[in-house]
């Protein structure tokens, strides 16, 4: 009988969709942060209307960090949301029913930030040395992977936790001598601390490129809506494959949705996201696919050194069943 219902469900999303049942389908997407350049995708899509010609009424909702999102996600208070693979699969081993559906940013932007005046561009040099970061942040989690992958000695580094709101003061202000931050982060870091005054050490260019941002949806989504979420996700990469082709479009488009964003940091922090999606995968497959020996690589990492209550399988942690190809733009280096 359970079956059965989810069965018409199912029917009844898909009927929805096509635009047979008339009206839109309700749809809540939760933001992993407020409002950054990594969401420009979304406010192009609801302004081009590629969310309503797949008959869906999206509401774009901010959280408090990947955490936040998938808990909304879960429990359903949300349809979908962004948030970092690691968070993601460690969130399966603590009883959710959370799973990748579709990746954003195909090369990790996992990174440790310093300033100019006493930089640090290479693993080695952080011994020794203070990093500030919350202590749940999905990078001080994998920093042990990090560091065995580039020899450092784990007892040389000092971690200080502070709240994510305080990343940029941390450094700007030398309460640390680097922070742990997304590469995408550098205008934030930039603004008071000046252009060309933060180095970044990003941790794909130094041994550990493992999954990161991505579309997770739940169990109960993907077994009563089906369509519904496919239908969600063709029309957001559509909105990723504008942004690629016309970002100060797509930036205007965010603009005009959220005008209290700084247009110059937001700009530079979409751009730098759109050089993480830049990759032969995303030109094999389209934009958003997933690789399982990649995806397998990031599980055992995070079974290895996120300390789970139990371990996590790959086959549990992703599907692109619910990805319609999108392909990049021709013009995408």
């Not at 949300?78 to 970092?84: E, P, T």
């Not at 940013?105 to 990093?131: C, H, R, Y």
């Not at 559509?238 to 937001?266: C, R, S, T, Y």
Request: hydrophobic letters at 45%; charged letters at 25%; a negative charge.
């Amino acid at each position: 009988m359970i079956r059965k219902l989810a069965s018409t469900a199912a029917l009844l999303a898909a009927l929805t969709v096509s635009g047979a049942a008339g009206a839109q389908e309700k749809f809540t997407f939760a933001l992993n942060w407020f409002p950054v350049g990594d969401h420009a995708a979304y406010w192009v899509a609801l302004e081009k209307g590629y969310f309503a010609e797949k008959g869906l009424d999206v509401t774009l909702e901010n959280s408090k960090g990947s955490g936040d999102s998938i808990a909304k996600v879960d429990s359903g208070r949300a349809d979908a949301g962004l948030a970092d693979a690691a968070v993601v699969i460690g969130s399966r081993a603590r009883g959710t029913t959370v799973k990748i559906v579709g990746m954003i940013f195909d090369k990790t932007p996992m990174n440790v930030f310093s300033s100019k005046d006493a930089p640090i561009t290479e693993p080695k040099q952080l011994e020794g040395k203070t990093i500030a970061a919350p202590p749940g942040d999905s990078q001080r989690q994998m920093w042990p992977a990090f560091a065995k992958a580039n020899g450092i000695d784990e007892s040389k580094v000092t971690w200080i936790n502070i709240e994510p709101t305080a990343k940029v003061a941390a450094l700007a202000e030398k309460r640390a001598d680097a922070v742990s931050d997304y590469t995408t982060g550098r205008p934030l870091f930039e603004k008071p601390m000046g252009k060309g005054n933060v180095v970044a050490l990003p941790w794909a260019e130094h041994g550990l490129d493992m999954y990161s941002m991505s579309i997770m949806a739940s169990q109960k989504t993907m077994a009563d809506r089906p369509e519904v979420l496919k239908a969600f996700l063709e029309a957001a990469y559509k909105g990723w494959q504008d942004v690629m082709k016309d970002p100060n479009a797509a930036l205007a488009i965010f603009k005009k949705h959220v005008p209290e964003i700084d247009e110059v940091l937001i700009g530079e922090n979409m751009r730098l996201g759109l050089d993480l999606m830049a990759t032969q995968r995303y030109k094999d497959h389209g934009i958003g696919w997933m690789e399982e020996a990649k995806m397998c690589s990031s599980v055992d990492l995070v079974n290895t050194y996120m300390q789970l209550p139990s371990q996590v399988a790959c086959a549990d942690v992703f599907t692109n069943d619910f990805l319609t190809r999108v392909d990049m733009p021709l013009d995408v280096k």
